[in-house]
């Protein structure tokens, strides 16, 4: 392990392969991968203070708003102070960086770019199983039986803003809150942004810009 500890975030539209992109960063470099939809669904099943609030909106099929994912976040971020780590899924907005700036210095941000097209692909392909945040996609991931969790057994959903006619509004409302953190982290520089259509050819470059900041745990082969 590097003698610093180093803290990074993988930002990227949905459909961007960024879960992808985190697990591969993770097993490469020995980094606590960090999702805030994960750390959601476990506030939700504890049933805290927080908890109760995102259900309150989850139920009402709503976004959970910025405030609520932020609370989450600080209070899960605060307990890995002395932690490599990579955060999946936050920060989507400039309240939540500058949040985010107030417990602690990022070293690095991923930024993936990923084409319109490719994204409405992959997202109207997305089945997910919703107690676990497993995803599938029905061209390149299938389930082993159709519409059937490969774990659980229990009933895959499609989301509704998964759906086609859904999708370009999913689309530009994240690229309208990701542009000013885009911006930001562009004018400290640390922002490296990878563009293409495949996370398989993206990933080689992924992973040689983090050799040069933490050494590698497994080859690159291994992935």
Not at 73 to 98: C, N, S, V, Y
Request: hydrophobic letters at 35%; one cysteine or more; aromatic letters at 6%.
């Amino acid at each position: 392990m590097a003698s610093k500890v180093l803290r990074a975030v993988v930002l990227g539209p949905p459909g961007s392969g960024k879960g992808t992109v985190c697990e591969r960063i993770a097993r490469s470099f020995g980094l606590q991968h960090l999702s805030s939809g994960q750390f959601l669904r476990e506030s939700l099943r504890r049933g805290g203070e927080v908890g109760v609030l995102a259900k309150q909106y989850l139920e009402r099929g709503l976004l959970v708003p910025d405030h609520v994912i932020t609370r989450v976040m600080m209070t899960e971020l605060e307990k890995r102070r002395a932690e490599h780590w990579l955060l999946d899924g936050f920060p989507r907005t400039l309240g939540q960086a500058e949040a985010l700036d107030r417990i602690c210095e990022l070293d690095l941000v991923i930024s993936l770019n990923i084409p319109f097209e490719t994204l409405k692909d992959r997202l109207s392909a997305r089945w997910i199983h919703p107690a676990s945040g497993r995803v599938y996609n029905m061209e390149f991931n299938p389930p082993h039986v159709h519409g059937i969790d490969d774990l659980t057994g229990e009933p895959l959903v499609q989301r509704e803003d998964d759906k086609p006619e859904a999708i370009a509004a999913r689309l530009r409302k994240y690229k309208d809150a990701a542009k000013p953190v885009i911006e930001l982290y562009k004018s400290r520089g640390i922002l490296h942004s990878f563009s293409g259509t495949e996370t398989n050819k993206i990933w080689p470059y992924v992973y040689a810009l983090l050799s040069n900041k933490i050494p590698p745990v497994h080859s690159e082969e291994e992935n």
